[in-house]
């Protein structure tokens, strides 16, 4: 099947190193969190990258559900996305995620069933699906 997109990053010098995609937008410097022995000070790292990534795609997800059913919040979505990373117990590690979604003016239960179905569209869902740990939230 063709692709709708397509793009690429590039990374050198892994957690502590320099990141850049194919097009220049995206063009930073990474570092090892405190919490894993680096500095971080001032820097991005690739959970918080990943988190950003997965929050807006969950998020157009959701708009995209609630405009197919015909669904107006009182004002605008939004979802958290927080990531974490665990030991997997073989050595490795494996992340873990939570998404708070917020839908003003939506009932709970309106809002439980539009973020169910946004999860089974969202290609971050999907991808991460069967591999890690993904916690709903509706607050």
Do not use: W
């Amino acid at each position: 099947m063709k692709p709708l997109y397509e793009t690429s990053a590039t990374v050198t010098g892994g957690r502590n190193g320099q990141v850049s995609s194919e097009d220049g937008a995206l063009n930073l410097e990474v570092r090892m969190p405190k919490e894993l022995g680096g500095n971080g000070s001032g820097f991005t790292n690739p959970e918080q990258l990943f988190a950003a990534g997965y929050a807006a795609c969950f998020d157009s997800a959701l708009n995209l559900v609630m405009h197919q059913s015909k669904v107006k919040p009182s004002a605008a979505s939004s979802v958290k996305a927080s990531v974490s990373l665990h030991p997997d117990g073989t050595g490795g590690f494996q992340l873990g995620v939570s998404l708070a979604v917020s839908i003003p003016g939506i009932e709970r239960t309106q809002a439980q069933e539009l973020t169910e179905k946004a999860h089974q569209i969202c290609p971050y869902s999907n991808a991460t699906r069967g591999n890690i740990e993904v916690q709903l939230d509706v607050i």
